[in-house]
């Protein structure tokens, strides 16, 4: 197909006005062996672009909207480089199947930890891969932010997320319900 594009693209105007109707009806053949219909074609809409760092919710937000637009590289960012954080490859294969994301957050809670704050969070996510399949998680996320007033060399380090402890529940989406019990703020190892 794309042959055709390439000589009508090349060619004079009256090869152009020749070859238009055949791209037209190429491309409507492609649309419909892929099912590219308008109800499809809205679903497959990136979100927009979203990276705000100013609270628990909105880093862990901006992950998943960094992941939803298969923006790995963005969405790994949002970890602090601490022990335990996943290498680069490792997060970015993790997601490569995945078409689509819904979260839902639950009540932070805030804890002050040695010129930290820790920040917790309940989560759950509904992951959609690309062959339909839902599976729901539900965990908690664990944030830090180094006192700004504490940072006094570059580079600032804004706030990140330390771990996410999500596991598979059977619950449905609307049911499921994060938490953060077990997960010790200022110990995050």
């Known amino acids: 197909m ?15 006005r020749a070859a238009l109707p055949t791209l037209i009806g190429k491309a409507a053949l492609v649309a419909a062996l892929l099912g590219a219909t308008g109800a499809q074609a ?19 937000e901006s992950l998943y909207n960094a992941v939803e637009r298969q923006e790995y590289l963005r969405a790994w960012s949002y970890f602090r480089d601490e022990p335990g954080r996943p290498s ?33 969070l309940p989560a759950v996510i509904e992951a959609t891969d690309k062959s339909g399949t839902k599976a729901v998680f539900a965990g908690c996320y ?22 996410g402890e999500l596991k598979p529940t059977q619950a449905s989406f609307p049911e499921a319900q994060g938490s953060c019990d077990g997960i010790e703020p200022g110990t995050a190892k």
């Open 88 to 120: 680069f490859e490792a997060f970015a294969a993790g997601y490569e199947n995945t078409a689509h994301i819904r979260l839902r957050l639950g009540e932070s809670s805030d804890e002050g930890a040695a010129g930290s704050i820790y920040t917790t």
């Open 142 to 163: 664990l944030l830090r932010l180094v006192q700004p007033a504490m940072q006094a060399t570059p580079p600032f380090i804004p706030l990140g997320i330390v771990k």
């Open 2 to 16: 794309l042959e055709g594009v390439n000589n009508a693209a090349s060619g004079s105007r009256g090869t152009m």
């Open 42 to 60: 809205q679903d497959q809409t990136l979100p927009a672009y979203r990276d705000d760092r100013s609270t628990a919710q909105t880093v862990v």
